[in-house]
């Protein structure tokens, strides 16, 4: 019960904050999304079709770590932009 109290804050909360934000934490959660399938792939794929080569494996991992980063600094960027443009 709680828990679905809390939920409903949070939504409310994230429905009040303004165009711009919304769209830059869209459109970086939907690149960082897009970057995580493509190093997902890349590990698949070097592990399981194409002979095994361990750069490739780094630069799928690293791909893969590089998208969790951009995902949080895309979504801690557009709230402190919400924030900043609020205090206006």
Do not use: H
């Amino acid at each position: 019960m709680e828990t679905n109290k809390n939920i409903k804050k949070i939504a409310q909360e994230f429905n009040k904050i303004n165009k711009y934000s919304k769209a830059i934490i869209k459109y970086g959660t939907q690149i960082s999304l897009g970057l995580l399938l493509a190093g997902t792939l890349i590990i698949v794929l070097n592990n399981r079709l194409i002979p095994y080569n361990s750069n490739l494996r780094f630069i799928g991992t690293q791909i893969t770590r590089n998208s969790f980063i951009i995902l949080a600094q895309v979504i801690i960027g557009g709230l402190l932009m919400d924030y900043i443009s609020k205090r206006k």
